[in-house]
């Protein structure tokens, strides 16, 4: 149902925000890092207008849910917490929310590794800007949604999602250092676009596996004596660390020097190899793959026309990038995605779109 159906009057403010599907620096953004997103085209849009009735009510028409906020120092569950989160932020930089009416749609998939809760916080934050004219900037969006998804989600997650979210288009890379937040917009190497193929794997251990990794990295930067491992460049430096801390470290720095040689304008060959390489390293090293995304990873691999195929986001389930030639998406994707899904498994196509 939409926002007039729902509420029983029009919207007063609308915006949106893309999900993101990174192509390369995975599991860098906690170690201050480097990645390298790009926007995908499915989005998420939030409709908002002011609640006369002193409450905060959020309607998801995808989940066909609404959430009134009765106390509001009680978190809700689910969807709205997200939205509860931004909302509580914002309030507590000062800035004075009235009582909502909130709507949102969304066709980013939930659950596949691409970032439908950032594009949710960003969504709800540009909308709260736009409705009040609030003095924040995209930025700063990015740091109150990542904040918001730490709090009131309980995601100890890094910034990569939520800039994506705020800076990243389809068209361009988004080139970024997590530490200093210094970003470029990095053009797709020639002759190549982007497939995203769901395995159709929940990712249900991505909570405990994506902490325990956070907590490895930590104690791999105290152990060699460094703020960050984004400190460390040179992955033999890793070796004296003991088991399993020197191989999630050697991911991180071999990571990190992947990203880092893209931004000398890589062919299309050379930038797969890197994203073949990426594969290797989150399954054997950082050990956040699973079976069906070897497996879709491999089928990709084998195909011809793709330059290189990985896991994307964080693991434990969720989709699979590749770079492919200009031209050929669709065509790899449902040669794929039937090669994938005679092995036991139901994926779907992410991108090319076709649900936008
Ligand atoms: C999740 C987190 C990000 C990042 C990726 C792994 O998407 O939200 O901050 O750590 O995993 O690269």
Redesign the pocket.
């Known amino acids: 149902m939409n926002f007039q159906k729902i509420f029983a009057k029009p919207p007063e403010a609308e915006a949106s925000a893309p999900g993101r599907v990174?192509l390369l620096?995975?599991?860098?953004?906690?170690n201050d890092g480097f990645?390298l997103p790009t926007a995908i085209p499915q989005r998420t849009t939030v409709q908002l207008g002011s609640s006369t009735d002193g409450q905060d009510h959020f309607y998801s028409e995808d989940l066909d849910e609404q959430v009134s906020i009765l106390e509001s120092n009680r978190t809700p569950s689910g969807f709205a917490s997200y939205i509860f989160g931004c909302i509580q932020l914002l309030q507590k930089e000062g800035h004075t929310i009235p009582s909502l009416n909130l709507h949102v749609k969304s066709t980013v998939p939930i659950g596949s590794?691409l970032?439908s809760?950032?594009a949710l916080e960003v969504a709800t934050l540009r909308a709260v800007r736009q409705l009040l004219n609030l003095p924040i900037n995209d930025v700063e969006i990015a740091q109150l949604a990542?904040q918001a998804?730490i709090h009131y989600a309980g995601?100890q997650?890094?910034?990569?999602?939520?800039m994506a979210s705020s800076l990243a288009d389809t068209e361009h890379m988004l080139f970024l250092d997590t530490r200093t937040l210094e970003r470029r917009v990095v053009p797709f190497p020639s002759g190549a676009e982007i497939v995203v193929i769901d395995s159709g794997v929940p990712r249900t251990l991505?909570g405990s596996g994506?902490n325990e990794r956070?907590a490895e990295c930590e104690e791999a930067a105290r152990l060699l004596g460094v703020k960050a491992l984004r400190d460390i460049t040179d992955s033999s430096a890793t070796e004296v660390l003991p088991e399993p801390l020197r191989r999630r470290a050697r991911h991180v720095v071999t990571e990190n020097n992947r990203v880092l040689e893209v931004l000398h304008q890589v062919s299309s060959q050379r930038f797969g190899e890197l994203m073949n390489a990426s594969h290797a390293s989150l399954r054997d090293d950082y050990e956040?793959s699973v079976p069906a995304l070897d497996t879709l990873v491999e089928i990709l691999q084998k195909t011809a026309g793709v330059f290189g195929a990985r896991l994307?986001?964080?693991?434990f389930g969720g989709a699979c990038v590749a770079l492919v030639g200009a031209g050929e998406g669709r065509g790899i994707a449902s040669n794929v995605l039937e090669q994938y899904n005679q092995t036991g498994n139901t994926g779907r196509i992410l991108v090319p779109a076709t649900d936008f």
């Open positions: 990174n620096g995975e599991h860098t953004d906690y990645v590794g970032s809760s950032a990542q998804e995601v997650c890094g910034i990569m999602d939520q991505a994506y956070r956040v994307t986001g964080a693991g």
